[in-house]
């Protein structure tokens, strides 16, 4: 990946609300995600999707959301993948 792309928001939670269609850790719908993974998707595109998924999120989850993608961006890792390596050590 380049260092100027933008780090995808999934955080390993990747479980889908049945009525909103969002996703529980990210807040994507499968239309975001498939953006997402479109080589062809702009970074701007990217950042603005960002904005919107953090407007979809409230309380705990946006909390959560924010702490597991800012060590994401840090280590390559959201913290659900993290404590899991750890735990198998």
Do not use: H
Request: hydrophobic share 25%; proline share 3%; aromatic share 8%.
């Amino acid at each position: 990946m380049n260092k100027n792309d933008v780090v995808t928001p999934c955080i390993a939670v990747c479980k889908t609300d049945p009525i909103s269609g969002f996703c529980y850790g990210c807040g994507r719908s499968d239309e975001d995600k498939s953006m997402w993974s479109d080589p062809s998707t702009s970074n701007d595109w990217k950042e603005n999707n960002l904005s919107v998924l953090r407007q979809r999120l409230t309380g705990w989850q946006q909390e959560a959301f924010n702490k597991s993608y800012e060590n994401k961006k840090e280590t390559g890792l959201s913290l659900i993948k993290q404590k899991l390596i750890e735990s198998k050590k």
